[in-house]
């Protein structure tokens, strides 16, 4: 298995989200979750903002759905196609960030993109865990919800896979 390890903070952060977000074992009105920051993509946005789901929802294709993920944060999930597939499909869809959730293992992983995707993909990109996008989904698909990518304060303790994660399948 993996341990935890610190991280830099510029790497990490925490998802602020706004509103009531129910989990199996209680219901709170404020939820963070930590996120680690993609190699690529731009800076965090400082102000909260509504989340949409996307269509597909691995973010493989050009998303059908751009109406609906303009000026938010798009959600898409791991697997299919590169991390920077998923970054430049919703980008081009006008979505003015994008998180992905690792369905894939329990860890959150350090998004990998190469020296152009690096320039070219400018909104901030973000991974969280599968227990957490589990949490986000179920709210998103309750109603509305709004949040706001923070970077960490303290040290950051998620369990990380070591290294950087190429392909993304």
Known sequence: GTSAR??????????????????SDHTVNEKTFEFLRGMFGGPLPRNSMSMV???????????TNSEAVTDKIAIVV??????????????RAGALGMVVINRDTLDITRMWAGEREMRT????????????????????????VNGSLNLAT???????????????D
């Open 6 to 23: 610190a991280v830099k903070i510029v790497e990490g952060g925490e998802l602020l989200l706004g509103g009531k977000v129910s989990s």
């Open 53 to 63: 789901i996307a269509d597909p929802i691995d973010g493989c294709s050009p998303l």
């Open 78 to 91: 791991r697997g299919q196609c590169m991390f920077t597939n998923k970054g430049t499909n919703v980008e």
């Open 121 to 144: 993909i400018t909104i901030p990109s973000v991974m969280i865990s599968k227990a957490n996008g589990d949490i986000l989904e179920t709210a998103l698909n309750a109603g509305t």
């Open 154 to 168: 303290g040290t950051f303790t998620g369990n990380l896979v070591p290294g950087i994660q190429h392909i993304n």
